[in-house]
Each structure stands twice: as C-alpha cells, then as structure tokens.
C-alpha cells in the first residue's frame, strides 16, 4: 500500500502558508472519492481535516479526513488574510486513464482554474461513446464538454489532436462552476463550492471522445447491486473478454477505381475495433476512412460515411458525436462474428508506395498499428486481400518496371504530390476588390485549367521532374469540388459563400461583412479561402464599418 509523502508547506513574511502534499490510494484517510462534503473517515465529520498538513479539528491527527482515490494525487494551497485557494489533482495509471487528469478546482477565493488554449477556440459540445458491460451489453455514455483543437490546420494522416475538459460535478447551489470568459480562456471553479473536472489531451476525436466519457462513468461510479446505493470515483474495470481478445486479421486491397479497402476479418467478438482516424502502415497514418461498413456474418452489409472531425465542422454544426460505429448494430457485442471494411477514397501515393513491396517482392504480410477505441495499442497483421478486388491502375504505377504514360492523369497526380515539398495554389487564383472595403467585396475566384495555371512551390527546383505543366489538374473526380469561405483571425468560421463542383473558368462573389445569421461584423481583419480538392489559397480582407 503506497505511503502518504511528506507535505511541503512554506509561510511567507506576509504571513501566507503554503502547502504541497502527495497522496495515494491506500494511505491513511478516506476513500469514498473527492472529500468535499464526504465523511471520508467515518466519524460523523464532514471534512473536518483535509489533506493540508494541519490539525484542523485538533484531534492529535493531521490530515485523516481526505480522499486519496487515485494512483497519485495532488493537493495545493494558499491560505492568506485575502482567504484561501485550494485545488487537488488525480491521476490513474491504467493505460486508457493517463492522459486524464481528474481535479477538485474551487471553493476559496482566488482558487478558481484558467484554462488557455493555443489551438481553436473553445467550443461547448456533448460526446458520445459507445461499449458494452462486462456482460457484453451494449452501452453507449454522453458528456458535455469544452473542446478545442489543438492543431487545426495539421494533417489528419498524422492524427488530430484534440484538448477536452468536462465538468463533472457542479455546485448544489445550482450555480454552474463554469464560466468562458471568451473564446481563448475557460474559467472553472467559479462559484463557492469546488467542482470536479476532467482534463485530457487525445490524439483523436474518437479517443477525446472515449475518456471524457470514461470520465463521467468514473465520477458516477458503481451502484450496489442490493441496495442501490452509488458508490462514485470508482474505476470499472475492463471488459474481462475484451482484454484477454486478439486484434483481427487485416487484409488490403486497391480496387479499379483507386480506393485503399482495409478489411478486418472479425470472429468471436469485435473487442479490438479500431480507431478509424488512428490506423497507420509502418510510420505512414492512413488518415480517416471515407466510408466504413460492417456485415455480419449471414446477415445484410450496412454502411456508414466517416471523415476526420475539425473544430470547423463543428461550429458547422455537422460534426460527430464520436463513435463511428453507432449506427453498425451488433458490431460491439461478444460473438459478433463479420467483415468490417474501412474505405480510403484518393489515397497518398506514398502509403501506396508503403504496400506495394508486398505485391512485388512477394511480402504478402505486412504490420498494422492501430489504437482500439477502448485506448489500447496493438500491432495487427496485414495481408494481401486478391479476392475482395482487382489491384488497379491506381498501384501498376508502383511495380517495378511498370510505366504508364507520362501525360496520363494518374502519372501527373503521382509527380505532383511526389516533390520533396508540396505545391501551393497560386494566389491569382483569389481575388478581391476594394480591399479594404466598407460595404460590399467582389471576390472572384479563379478554377484552373492546367497544373502550370494552378500551382506554384516555394522552391522551383521541388517542382517534380517529368510534371507536365500543360497537363490537366488531376483533381479527384475530374472537376473539383469548390468552396469559398470567410473566417475570422482566430479561425472561426463565418459564412460560407461557395459550395459546388464546378469546371475550369471564373466566379465572381459578393461578401457584404455578415455572417450566415446576416449578422454584421466589426470593423477588423478577416480571410478569405477558396478550397479545390485538397488544395487551398487564403486573401487577408480589411472590412471597416
């Protein structure tokens, strides 16, 4: 059982104290969950003497009424002629709990909690995550939070993180112990009594998703299965089948058209369901999967569309709860049995590059990395799935002394996103006038007909040798699918004022400094991006009422 460590404490000139002390589950004290409100030792007292170093109740004993409920726990603080500020941190080790800190924030003047983020502005959502008990019964767990992310103009391939804080308990008084101050800085701890509140940072929606709802199961705890009597700040434990269970076999395949099928073969349960934004092939992700879809074994297939979330989508509106297996029935309990597919429509010629030695050099197994929507990492074996597909176009350009026409749209789009930096949309492409303007903008946006009329690199010699400038933009489908959108300087959408495929030749827009409320907008700077495809080029625009 670990010991209590020895408390630091310091007392200024001013005659502030300050205090520091370390805890853990199973020292002296109680252990029904955060002490506030609770008779932690069973004497009758409600938090007559918490974890500070002193004999509040001066009994003799320092510090037996507390809660120590986590591998390691925290307690800070400051008690001044101004009043005292407390906050206490918890932490568990399990692997799926690391990056999530628990904390009692509040209830002392001057203790409440700043959360700053650098990423996009914090936005008010619920998440929804699903699993099943350890019977097997399917259970899905909702949690409002705050989010942002952290990287929002990083590549999904790479991963999207996310930073996420909930609320778990707020004050009796009714009062919320919260408060956004403004879109950059969250406030928790607000009113007079502490609150509890979770912390994590993900590498996925679908994982920010799954601890902050493993934060409420938490903070819920367990019932008494006789009495009824709810026991909170109890860690469940896993799935006893789900741990024990081995990850499927994977398989892939490149059908005519170009898309990347990955099928997991599943038998005996789907315990080890991936993360569909987390897969990668050696060190390459593989970015969101477009579509997933799950048959059952003798049963009808049915499908689901799936992208990578943003913070954009959300203040859209169209982003997701979180779990991207909601809507597949009888994908999660024990005995599923089936083929789950997760489709990669336009797939990065480098993580076809990464495949293709299996084809070739005769290597039919390959290794997976993925992280299960429970939070575990394993290593899966990949395969060569001939039968579920033709291996197309889209990977004879890979094979070994296979060369396809130079000119060819599939031979283009492998040069052009094969240099040792990326092109750029040419600026030209987007335009606005008056600029600065203080009624109306004409902004024209230009769709290219060739690679040369289309991009630009930061360093001439990265453009590819063999890229044919005179060739036709290889974009996805043949015409590409266009918006025009304007933000504000923190990122946030405002309007969107282009949606649509559209070929070769010129568009001309009007933006009149409204949102898409009809609201107008302050004097200030704003941008303008046209997005083609993958590519897309930004216009600062100065509006001035």
Known sequence: ?????????????????????????????????????????????????????????????????????????????????????RFEYY????????????????????SRWLLTTGGTPWQDVTLAAGGHSVTGRPVVQTVTAFVSQIEPDGDCRQGNRWLGVAVLDEPRDGRLGRAVLDDRNLAVGTG?????????????????????????RIRDGVADPVTGDRVPWIVAPA?????????????????????????????GGACALPDPDLLKVGDLGLGSPDRITWQPTGGEEIGVAWSCVTAAALARGTGRGGDP??????????????RLELRFVDPAPDLLKALAPGLVDGRPVRSLTQVTTDGRSLVAELGQDIEGGAIGAALSLLRDGAQDEPSSPARQSQLLRAGRTS?????????????????????????PATIGEAFVWDDPEDRPAGLDLAAPVPWKTGVPGATVKIYTMSGQELVTLFSSETGPGETVLTWNGTDSFGRKMASGTYFCKLQLDEWSVTRRLVYVR
């Open 1 to 85: 059982t670990p010991s209590r460590s020895r408390p630091v404490r310091g007392e200024a000139a001013t005659g502030t104290v300050y205090f520091l002390g370390r805890a853990a589950e199973g020292c002296p004290g109680g252990l029904r969950g955060f002490s506030a409100r609770a008779d932690d030792d069973g004497d009758g007292l409600v938090d007559e003497d918490p974890l500070d170093g002193i004999d509040n109740d001066g009994d003799g004993l320092v510090d037996e009424d507390f809660a120590a409920i986590s591998d390691a726990m925290i307690a800070i603080s400051r008690v001044a002629a101004t009043g005292t500020a």
């Open 91 to 110: 932490n568990w080790g399990h692997p799926r709990l690391r990056s999530t800190v628990f904390a009692t924030v509040g209830g002392g003047e001057g």
């Open 192 to 216: 007079p009594e502490p609150v509890a509140v979770a912390v994590c940072a993900a590498e996925s929606w679908v994982q920010l998703a799954r601890m902050l709802t493993e934060a409420r």
């Open 239 to 267: 799935c006893p089948v789900c741990r024990g269970a081995e990850p499927p076999r994977y398989a892939w395949r490149v059908e005519r058209q170009g898309d990347l099928v990955i099928t997991a073969m599943v038998g």
């Open 325 to 338: 297996y909601a809507a597949l029935p009888g994908v999660r309990v024990h005995g599923a049995a089936g």
């Open 423 to 447: 092109p750029h949309l040419t600026p030209e492409l987007l335009q606005g006038w008056p600029n600065p303007f203080s009624d109306v903008i004409s902004l024209r946006f230009r769709v």
